[in-house]
């Protein structure tokens, strides 16, 4: 895979997560975030977001700036 490829993979797997999250917050801030179903929905989201971090092929390079960073 080359530098360019793994930087698309990598913003793509980061998209994923912010994906995630976003949803995640939007059914924590959202009508009846205090229900079982809603609070379990939540709680995976933020599960899976923290565990697809292991998806990304070379961590250091960072597909926003461009630059690599600290390995």
Known sequence: MTRM?????NAGVRAAL???RTAAITIETGEGSDEL???GAAAALYSFAD????LL??????PISGH???P
């Open 68 to 70: 690599e960073g600290e």
């Open 57 to 62: 092929i070379d961590p250091r390079l960072d």
């Open 18 to 20: 912010d994906m995630a």
């Open 5 to 9: 490829e793994t930087k698309a993979y």
């Open 51 to 54: 565990a697809a971090k292991a």
């Open 37 to 39: 179903p809603k609070r």
